[in-house]
T-cell receptor, first 118, second 113 residues
Framework: AQTVTQSQPEMSVQEAETVTLSCTYD???????LFWYKQPPSRQMILVIR??????QNATENRFSVNFQKAAKSFSLKISDSQLGDAAMYFC???????????????FGKGTKLSVKP | DSGVTQTPKHLITATGQRVTLRCSPR?????VYWYQQSLDQGLQFLIQ???????AKGNILERFSAQQFPDLHSELNLSSLELGDSALYFC????????????FGEGSRLTVL
């Protein structure tokens, strides 16, 4: 079974600085998706960024980028120029890529709570 | 707006009672997923339906059941409620060709007193 591990329960960053959140996963599959979801105090789940395992290029979305190391099974999220609105719980998630039918569920890590200091 | 609608948004009930949570997926999405998030915890997968059929089960209690109807909406039934069932229940949907992303509703917050 696949597992996702976030080893940092809490992180803190100064406004305008850069922070990196760590995520490792375990799988025997070769094709899958990785995601970072953000959950602000409103509790809504918001997709931050996605990475397809077959793509070697790291995904980037504005101030958010990932460092995807497939061999090491590592998927970290870098937030540049941190803003107060980035304060939230961040969840790393894994999903199998099943092109034959319905795709599997998302497997989440336990989350990292990010605080942003003004 | 994710396009996934969940009702009710908030629900307060007593131990031993039964409640039903409803989810309407995004238009055209065949897969529906239910997740439970207890206070300050991660999201635990409960169950998945695909086009009306149960596709995968996670850590779903026997007191809980779900179904997906022909119009693709889904209901999660929670019975013999206990204090520990208090949580945020998320529904999510997905379709093919969307890069694997799950689209989440805003959740139904259940409080059992």
């Amino acid at each position: 079974a696949q597992t996702v591990t976030q080893s940092q329960p809490e992180m803190s960053v100064q406004e305008a600085e850069t922070v990196t959140l760590s995520c490792t996963y375990d799988t025997s599959e070769s094709d899958y998706y990785l995601f970072w979801y953000k959950q602000p105090p409103s509790r809504q789940m918001i997709l931050v960024i996605r990475q397809e395992a077959y793509k070697q290029q790291n995904a980037t979305e504005n101030r958010f980028s990932v460092n995807f190391q497939k061999a090491a099974k590592s998927f970290s999220l870098k937030i540049s120029d941190s803003q107060l609105g980035d304060a939230a719980m961040y969840f790393c998630a894994y999903r199998s890529a099943d092109y034959g039918g319905s795709q599997g569920n998302l497997i989440f890590g336990k989350g990292t709570k990010l605080s942003v200091k003004p | 707006d994710s396009g996934v609608t969940q009702t009710p948004k908030h629900l307060i009930t007593a131990t031993g009672q039964r409640v039903t949570l409803r989810c309407s997926p995004r238009s055209g999405d065949l897969s529906v997923y239910w997740y439970q998030q207890s206070l300050d915890q991660g999201l635990q997968f409960l169950i998945q339906y695909y086009n009306g059929e149960e596709r995968a089960k996670g850590n779903i209690l026997e007191r809980f059941s779900a179904q997906q109807f022909p119009d693709l909406h889904s209901e999660l039934n929670l019975s013999s409620l206990e204090l520990g069932d208090s949580a945020l229940y998320f529904c999510a949907s997905s379709g093919r060709g969307w890069g694997g992303e799950l689209f989440f509703g805003e959740g139904s917050r259940l409080t059992v007193l």
